[in-house]
T-cell receptor
């Protein structure tokens, strides 16, 4: 099992450009999440999905869109990148045991917007 | 007030030492808690889940005190490879679909 994978690993964008980050998981998890991690801010939830075809906003959704067309994939889009979106982006997926959700993370995408 | 607060450290300990990290949470609806470790420039990795009073896994012991809204992680016989940032994490409570709140992390360095 590859677990959770993310592509690309690194990317540099100019302000105003767009891009899509891909997250894939092979664990048949229902729940998937996108986070950003910035120095001094910890991990913050951008968007999440509770199943194929569903998405919901997290703590910091502005400037991002997501789609979950297939259960195993969760895409994060930046329509018009801004320097404030320079960050490390982590995807996670989760299985459920009762009311316990254990999240497993992908290796991250380092994005720089100039 | 942050929902999950940790002492950022850094903790600098010799090999073989016992070290304890503390964490407090403000959301009384939180049901489950986790400790993740994060190595530099890597993803967080799940270390332990805590949802009853405590959990033990080898050299690691996590305890939960719901009355005081306090979680701890104890590492015994520290190894050089334990050097990392340790994240205290709580769920959002209720029907939160697994949404988690992360502490800012505690940095641990184990030296020879």
């Amino acid at each position: 099992n590859a677990g959770v994978t993310q592509t690309p690993k690194f990317r540099v964008l100019k302000t105003g450009q767009s891009m899509t980050l891909l997250c894939a998981q092979d664990m048949n998890h229902e729940y998937m999440y996108w986070y950003r991690q910035d120095p001094g801010m910890g991990l913050r939830l951008i968007h999440y999905s509770v199943g194929e075809g569903t998405t919901a906003k997290g703590e910091v959704p502005d400037g991002y869109n997501v789609s979950r067309l297939k259960k195993q994939n969760f895409l994060l889009g930046l329509e018009s990148a801004a320097p404030s979106q320079t960050s490390v982006y982590f995807c996670a997926s989760s299985w459920v045991r009762g009311r316990i959700y254990e999240q497993y993370f992908g290796p991250g995408t380092r994005l720089t917007v100039t | 007030r942050k929902e999950v607060e940790q002492d950022p450290g850094p903790f600098n300990v010799p090999e073989g030492a016992t070290v304890a990290f503390n964490c407090t949470y403000s959301n009384s609806a939180s049901q489950s808690f986790f400790w993740y470790r994060q190595d530099c420039r890597k993803e967080p990795k799940l270390l332990m889940s805590v949802y009853s009073s405590g959990n033990e896994d080898g050299r690691f012991t996590a305890q939960l005190n719901r009355a005081s809204q306090y979680i701890s992680l104890l590492i015994r016989d520290s190894k050089l490879s334990d050097s990392a940032t340790y994240l205290c994490v709580g769920d959002a409570g209720g029907t939160s679909y697994g949404k988690l709140t992360f502490g800012q992390g505690t940095i641990l360095t184990v030296h020879p």
